[in-house]
């Protein structure tokens, strides 16, 4: 009996689990896409940063909002040196929620180093991949010790 309930678990577990592996096509999609956008917020483009964003992101902030958002942020940092990818993790698209590959990499600015960027696209009803969403952490070395 126990190892019923362990296999009808697994099953499961196997079923509801949101992640999908991702093809290499897709995560080549997702990654032109997010490094598009953010050389758009590197050169401080913020309203065509916010133009070229998923439609779920437009939808929950309005242009201005985020451009004040934006410059608050981002501009501490200094300007953008370098960027390195890190890794992506994907997960499926359900009836309410399209995929979406969220991309990790480790920015360099002027005034901040070891910068954590996490980048979320969502592949659209036509297709596209888009931005989604983004946050970052700087100083990411001192905050994984």
Excluded: C
């Excluded at 992101?57 to 981002?74: C, E, G, I, Q």
């Excluded at 501009?75 to 994907?90: H, N, V, Y």
């Amino acid at each position: 009996m126990k190892k019923l309930h362990a296999s009808a678990l697994a099953a499961l577990l196997l079923i509801t689990t949101t992640a999908f592996a991702q093809s290499p096509k897709e995560t080549a999609d997702a990654r032109v896409a997010a490094e598009r956008w953010m050389k758009l917020m590197d050169t401080e483009e913020y309203s065509a940063a916010w133009n070229t964003g998923a439609a779920s992101m437009r939808k929950d902030m309005p242009k201005l909002a985020w451009n004040l958002l934006a410059n608050t942020v981002h501009l501490p940092l200094g300007a953008a040196k370098s960027r390195t990818f890190k890794s992506s993790d994907a997960i499926a698209a359900t009836a309410q929620k399209p995929a979406s590959i969220t991309l990790t990499y480790v920015g360099e600015y002027e005034k901040s180093h070891n910068v954590l960027e996490k980048v979320t696209t969502v592949q659209e009803a036509d297709g596209q991949w888009r931005v989604s969403g983004f946050s970052f952490s700087a100083d990411a070395e001192k905050s994984a010790k």
